[in-house]
T-cell receptor, first 113, second 113 residues
Framework: DGGITQSPKYLFRKEGQNVTLSCEQN?????MYWYRQDPGQGLRLIYY???????QKGDIAEGYSVSREKKESFPLTVTSAQKNPTAFYLC????????????FGQGTRLTVV | QQQVKQSPQSLIVQKGGISIINCAYE??????FPWYQQFPGKGPALLIA?????SEKKEGRFTISFNKSAKQFSLHIMDSQPGDSATYFC????????????FGKGTLLTVNP
């Protein structure tokens, strides 16, 4: 089945640690996105990539980093510089060309302990 | 800068009633307006979408009304059911080189039996 796979589903981070969230898609989509979801805040864009080896900052990129070495993969690293990382993180992808449906993964819930 | 404003933040309706959620946008370059439905702990999934060349689109109990001159669009859920209880997000996107999907803050819909 085609889709987006995020892992892990739950992740716990200690203060000062970097953690990496995985996002893999087999939809052959060019564009991939990372969103952060907090209660009452909706979906806020962290980073997005429209093509391999290229990515742009979204609205809340500080404290995060990404890479896009392969079309299928768009991992997100939450660095120690992100002061309030506890949130639900969603990865999405969209086919290129005319605007169309975004497909989302099932999310990763990150908690700082 | 919030480019897509969504209201209300929460909504409670009785089974069989009509649920109405409204969104307004600012960027006239947007040309694709989807609505996403999200259940707790899951990623959002596309519910229905409209392009600005039509004023209304209906799929089953779900209807999007679009007013291009007012830069507003709304979701109507007819005969609301308890299974419709979820968070609904409106969004807007444009094609071209800046392929960025912008979301409203979401509406938590509760349908009482």
């Amino acid at each position: 089945d085609g889709g987006i796979t995020q892992s892990p589903k739950y992740l716990f981070r200690k203060e000062g640690q970097n953690v990496t969230l995985s996002c893999e898609q087999n939809l052959n989509h060019d564009a991939m996105y990372w969103y952060r979801q907090d209660p009452g805040q909706g979906l806020r864009l962290i980073y997005y990539s429209q093509i391999v080896n290229d990515f742009q900052k979204g609205d809340i990129a500080e404290g995060y980093s990404v890479s896009r070495e392969k079309k299928e993969s768009f991992p997100l690293t939450v660095t120690s510089a992100q002061k309030n990382p506890t949130a639900f993180y969603l990865c999405a992808s969209i086919a290129s060309g005319e605007p169309t449906e975004a497909f989302f993964g099932q999310g990763t819930r990150l908690t700082v302990v | 800068q919030q480019q897509v404003k969504q209201s209300p933040q929460s909504l409670i309706v009785q089974k069989g009633g009509i649920s109405i959620i409204n969104c307004a946008y600012e960027n006239t370059a947007f040309d694709y307006f989807p609505w996403y439905q999200q259940f707790p702990g899951k990623g959002p999934a596309l519910l229905i979408a409209i392009r600005p060349d039509v004023s209304e689109k209906k799929e089953g109990r779900f209807t999007i009304s679009f007013n291009k001159s007012a830069k507003q669009f709304s979701l109507h859920i007819m005969d609301s059911q308890p299974g419709d209880s979820a968070t609904y997000f409106c969004a807007a996107n444009s094609g071209g080189s800046n392929y960025k999907l912008t979301f409203g803050k979401g509406t938590l819909l509760t349908v009482n039996p």
